[in-house]
């Protein structure tokens, strides 16, 4: 096949990740006779810096004729935490993520039998846990109106849905529930919000499209609970953008491999693949990050823009492969010895 | 002194775990030389059930009269999860909280040495955290404008807060940080929402007023991870209603005594002391739900509403004396003997 991908390296230790994977991608693509044709272009706060934009057209042109989009990570201090700013990286990923209707963030949360003992919680509870969080990524109160009155001391924010937007969501929720154990749990706090109400009566109406699958429907406080407590009781969870922003990060910590936890953003035009680790510039240009995460945003990107599974395949068990022998990172070293980035990526490329 | 205690017992183990409190705080009445005057309303699915209304009128009036309110739980399966069931007794909880004011929801987290094993982290993650969480309770997407369009088709809920509604939750947080580690953490979402840069502002601007105290700014996300990471590493959080409604359930389930958790709700008309766990209807009527929760809540109340500190002193001393001494409910026995709730109670009125 031949395969066009945007490559957005971003911030941080965006650029060093990326590479890896690249490396990985290649030696796949000459393994399985693919052609890749790669092509970069900057997001973030180096496109600030460039171009004044955190996510300027000539990217978004590169992304709309891409078959998927690999990306790095973004924000850099100088940015950070102002929310007085001007030009802000994180305003760059929502228009990103509107103008490529990038409506599913798809977070799967799993374990490595030997990266267990790295969570914060204990065996018993984080053992066998593997589940993914589908988060509406394009409406609710992150593009709703806002602003201020009464000179500037009240600010308001408003969440809004539309039924269409819930099913494109609790579809894509669905199939991949059938594909699994064909559990599904809504997400929503419908004893206090309207939209909620919308959501919760959306799904129940789907469900006869299903049959097969159960559907359970929890508030999103006592989700944040049942997390912490029994996360390997969940399997497929679908949820609003901010639920989900809350609920993805609370998810990624306790399965203790953050460092490795890939995602997917599908989109109306296009789809993108990245680490949900962030820019981390305190590590940045010092070649010691974990790739993993990357490359198995590569493996996914494969499987769900590609339909290549046997691809993702080979990325995934060279990635076993290499925590197997203990070819990783700082993070994951422990008192062994510590390979940098790019020896990482460059043995999974001849690995795999 | 006399005091006037309001008691809302409400639904499921409410009135079981309710009457032990009674029980200490009259005994501790009896010690310290108080006159108490106790007036009991209904509220939750009980309320429903005998005058068609969660929070009746009458009952408002009981609570408006008191010193404080001692709450137990609401809450009964028949109503529950059912959003569009035209009466919930969640429905009289935000009433409640409106019409008394409730500003303020006091929600602290802190470890018993005895049980930090029941926790779901590892004990190196969870021993030492100590932490309040105080969540606005009257303000934010609980109480703004929220509807339909389009026949039905979108739905939407809005997030309003006001200067003054912050600075008056914000002021508590500073007071309470004053008295401990001088550490607050201001947690919000001001990278994306318009209320969330109004706190920001108003606590900002608020900093000058309390040179003392070190104040942090958290997106909510990066704290629904650290939270789960290392509790130990937080003092004082304030933040909006929706926001604390996530967090402070996912704090409680960390320090493994959910069971013990109590919490305040300091409002304009009166205060309001309750155990943070729910009605847990499958053991109303048993005689083994954990009353230790609403028995440390009584211990706030005397803090709080009333300044009385010996008397709170003397509660909490009599609950560690009895989880050292092993005269618990079934949940914390182990394999050791189960006392019964209304045992637990008389133990602690008699060893007070
Ligand atoms: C940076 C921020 C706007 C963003 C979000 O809230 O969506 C981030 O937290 C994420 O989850 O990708
Ligand atoms: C029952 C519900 C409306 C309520 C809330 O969301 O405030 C509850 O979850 C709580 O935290 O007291």
């Known amino acids: ?96 993520r509107q103008k490529l209707g990038l409506f599913a963030n798809v977070r799967p949360t799993f374990t490595f ?68 154990s064909k559990k599904l749990c809504c997400v929503d706090k419908a004893n206090v919000l309207e939209s909620s109400r919308l959501w919760r009566e959306t799904v129940q109406d789907m469900e006869k499209d299903y049959p097969e699958v159960t559907v359970s429907y929890e508030f999103v406080d006592a ?7 029994w996360p390997n009781s969940y399997d497929v969870l679908i949820t609003e953008n901010l639920f989900g922003d809350i609920l993805t990060d609370e998810a990624s910590v306790i399965s203790g491999s953050m460092g490795l936890m890939p995602s997917a953003s599908k989109g109306l035009h296009t789809s993108l ?20 995460a990357t490359v198995l945003s590569a493996a996914m990107m494969f499987e769900d823009a590609f339909g290549l599974h046997a691809e993702a395949a080979a990325i995934r068990d060279v990635v076993n492969k290499s925590l197997a022998e203990g070819v990783v990172t700082e993070d994951l070293a422990g008192t062994n010895k510590a390979y940098k980035t790019s020896e990482v990526g460059d043995w999974l490329a001849k690995n795999v």
Chains 1, 2 share one sequence.
């Open 1 to 96: 096949m031949k395969l066009n991908i945007a490559l957005l390296a971003g911030d941080g230790i965006g650029p060093e990740v990326v590479d890896q994977a690249v490396k990985v991608v290649n030696a796949v693509a000459t393994k399985f006779n693919h052609e890749i044709n790669w092509t970069s272009a900057l997001t973030g706060a180096c496109a600030i810096d460039e171009c004044g934009e955190p996510y300027p057209d000539s990217t978004h042109e590169v992304c709309m004729a891409a078959d998927a989009v690999l990306f790095g990570a973004i924000g850099h201090p100088k940015y950070d935490n102002d929310p007085k700013a001007k030009v802000r990286p994180e305003q760059g990923l929502l228009k990103m």
């Open 113 to 180: 039998p030997s990266l267990i003992d790295n969570s914060p919680l204990k065996r018993e509870r984080i053992e066998g846990t593997d589940l993914i969080i589908l988060r509406e990524l394009t409406g609710g109160i992150y593009f709703g109106e806002r602003g201020r009155k009464d000179d500037g001391n009240t600010a308001f924010d408003t969440c809004t849905y539309t039924r269409a937007e819930i099913q494109r969501l609790a579809k894509l929720g669905f199939e991949i529930a059938m594909t699994r």
């Open 223 to 229: 989700v944040a609970m049942r997390l912490v407590q």
């Open 273 to 292: 693949y990245e680490p949900i680790h962030g820019s981390y510039p305190q590590a940045a240009g010092k070649d010691i990050a974990n790739p993993l």
